[in-house]
């Protein structure tokens, strides 16, 4: 075997060691998909500490594994490790959600604005449009948040750009955690049920101003809302420690 053979050979040898890297991180992503679902699901709530031992025992995954999952989920803004207590579900704050929905109306009303014709495919808002009242009718208003997420990604899926819907499943995905400080879901998402079909019909007829004109103050009543939230719970926070 020559020199430049047994050079390309020793390189090789090396790549048994990537091979047994890129099982964990596949491994570290289905873990994060879990996670990142029960935390959807509220299973996990905004400050919750994810405890490694508990976790990477039920799931059957090693503490390199988990860790590597946690750092997903940490980079994109769901977990956040504090030094010396673990990690713990994101809680947001009164800014970070202000900031959020500066940025979803950046984006989806100028998704909106630029529709000047019928979009080709509106299927995926329709079936999350037919999701949400189905969700209404079983009383699921978890069910209904989610399907109510949901169009405002296809929404945003209209502009058919893979950026966007990268951008926009991050910022939804942090979303669902401001959620879970409603009190009142139902008071909180069925309202928007009715809009979401407001904004479809405009798209169905072209008409992106229309939508677009709906979204601005849609978005602005959720914060509204949002915030109120985030304030009475303060309040109740300093009534349980005075």
Not at 76 to 86: A, I, K, P, Q, T
Not at 171 to 187: G, Q, S
Not at 219 to 226: K, V
């Amino acid at each position: 075997m020559s020199d430049i053979e047994d050079e390309a050979a020793d390189r090789f040898d090396g790549l048994a060691g990537d091979f047994a890297a890129l099982g964990r991180a596949s491994t570290a992503k289905l873990v994060a998909d879990v996670l990142r679902r029960r935390i959807a699901e509220g299973y996990f709530p905004p400050g919750t500490r994810l405890p490694e031992d508990a976790i990477g025992g039920a799931l059957g995954v090693s503490r390199n594994t988990l860790r590597e999952a946690f750092r997903i989920l940490t980079h994109e803004r769901l977990l956040v490790h504090e030094l010396n207590r673990g990690v713990f579900v994101r809680l947001l704050t009164v800014e970070e959600v202000v900031e959020l929905y500066h940025v979803r109306r950046i984006i989806e009303c100028a998704v909106a604005r630029e529709v000047t014709s019928p979009p080709p495919d509106l299927d995926a808002l329709r079936l999350e449009v037919k999701a949400g009242r189905a969700a209404a009718r079983r009383r699921d208003w978890q069910a209904l948040g989610t399907a109510n997420i949901r169009f405002h990604q296809e929404l945003a899926a209209l502009a058919g750009s893979t950026r966007i819907n990268e951008i926009m499943g991050g910022l939804l995905a942090e979303l669902r955690l401001v959620f879970h400080v409603m009190a009142d879901p139902r008071r909180f998402h069925e309202p928007y049920l009715v809009r979401n079909v407001e904004i479809l019909r405009a798209l169905e007829r072209g008409d992106g101003p229309v939508a677009e004109s709906l979204l601005g103050p849609y978005l602005d009543d959720a914060l509204a809302q949002l915030v109120q939230a985030y304030g009475e719970r303060a309040h109740t926070n300093r009534d349980r420690t005075s």
